[in-house]
C-alpha cells in the first residue's frame, strides 16, 4: 500500500499504522480514508497529500 505526504506539514500517513487517534484503522489505503479527514499533525484536509514515489 502506498504512502502519502502532507504538503503542508510533511506528516506521512502510513497505511501500515492507519490514523488510530483519528478513526483510521490500520492497515487502511488512503483511498478509503474518508474525505472529512484532516492530517493529525497540522489540521490539512485530505486533499493537500501526495503520493510517496
Not at 13 to 30: L, S, V
Request: charged fraction near 30%; aromatic fraction near 12%.
Amino acid at each position: 500500500m502506498d504512502k502519502y505526504v502532507c504538503t503542508v506539514c510533511g506528516y506521512v500517513y502510513d497505511p501500515k499504522e492507519g490514523d488510530p487517534d483519528g478513526g483510521i484503522e490500520p492497515g487502511t489505503p488512503f483511498h478509503d480514508i474518508p474525505d472529512h479527514w484532516v492530517c493529525p499533525v497540522c489540521g490539512a484536509p485530505k486533499d493537500q497529500f501526495e503520493k510517496v514515489e
